[in-house]
């Protein structure tokens, strides 16, 4: 079975801070890890996923992620947050034996002040 | 490509009753699934379908849950004698294959309140 932790529920920062939301997974498995965003009343958007190679996975909104097999986390980072990035992050899991479904972790909601 | 649409947006109904939700899929993905997002919690897998097939259901569809997809296109998800514990968003996503390298693309959700 497949598992998804996130450390932090909320993460309130300053706008042009970094920010760093924190997962961690367990899995029998090799496994794909992604990290997805949700807008206020929006669906789930894609912001990268790991398959293989590189640890360190570059997404979309200027948003990375860097995987530690040792440690099994994900960890997503941004240098410089903006008021747009408020939003809820989810960090999941998935794999072959898994049939490919996503298994989501509780989300962190990030909250940027101005 | 228009993405993955779902109808309706939002449902009230009232405990007891029957609902039934749509899903578009992208044009020509294969595989399309089912989640549901209870407040202030991630989303939580219910089932899958490969084109027409159902091929896994979650331990949390209980029998008032069905889901189809005929002909392998778009797919609805029926809950019968709604209670209040069904109070939700549910997701659709869609993705091209079962190769887990396929991005799974989702919908904007239906969320449904039980009253």
């Known amino acids: 079975a497949q598992s998804v932790t996130q450390l932090d529920s909320q993460v309130p920062v300053f706008e042009e801070a970094p920010v760093e939301l924190r997962c961690n997974y367990s899995s029998s498995v090799s496994v794909y890890l992604f990290w997805y965003v949700q807008y206020p009343n929006q669906g789930l958007q894609l912001l990268l996923k790991?398959?293989?190679?590189?640890?360190l996975v570059k997404g979309i909104n200027g948003f990375e992620a860097e995987f530690n097999k040792s440690q099994t986390s994900f960890h997503l980072r941004k240098p410089s947050v903006h008021i747009s990035d408020t939003a809820e992050y989810f960090c999941a899991v998935s794999g072959t034996a898994a049939g490919n479904k996503l298994t989501f972790g509780g989300g962190t909601r990030v909250l940027v002040k101005p | 490509d228009t993405g993955v649409s779902q109808d309706p947006r939002h449902k009230i109904t009232k405990r007891g009753q029957n609902v039934t939700f749509r899903c578009d899929p992208i044009?020509?993905?294969?595989?399309l699934y089912w989640y549901r997002q209870t407040l202030g919690q991630g989303p939580e897998f219910l089932t899958y379908f490969q084109n027409e097939a159902q091929l896994e259901k979650s331990r949390l569809l209980s029998d008032r849950f069905s889901a189809e997809r005929p002909k392998g296109s778009f797919s609805t998800l029926e809950i019968q004698r709604t209670e209040q514990g069904d109070s939700a968003m549910y997701l659709c996503?869609?993705?091209?294959?079962?190769?887990?390298?396929?991005?799974?693309?989702f919908g904007p959700g239906t969320r449904l309140t039980v009253l």
């Open positions: 996503a869609s993705s091209l294959s079962e190769a887990p390298t396929d991005t799974q693309y």
């Open positions: 790991y398959l293989s190679g590189s640890t």
């Open positions: 044009s020509e993905h294969n595989r």
